[in-house]
């Protein structure tokens, strides 16, 4: 395995670890659970970078697809549960 290191998803990792960071603090000062959603989304987004900048890509495809999906999914979830209210653990 031959490390080459490439601008772009040392950006969109450098990105998304501050996205998991402010979701999780967002979680514990404000118990938003949709916060939290949101950081798992970008940690997994996180995840299929860390694959592509070690050139795992091509070989780790099928996992690349399902953290994508399910990254997408919970960032649907969290925007569902602000748009009805139900983002936070205690009632508002």
Known sequence: MVFVPDLVPMINILLCTIIVVLGI????????????????AFGLFG????????????????????????????VIAALYLFLNGKDTITPK
């Open 25 to 40: 603090i967002v979680y514990t000062r404000k118990e938003a659970i949709g916060a939290l959603l949101i950081a798992i």
């Open 47 to 74: 995840i299929s970078h860390i694959y592509t900048l070690m050139g795992l890509g091509p070989s780790w495809e099928t996992a690349m697809i399902t953290a994508r999906t399910s990254a997408y999914l919970l």
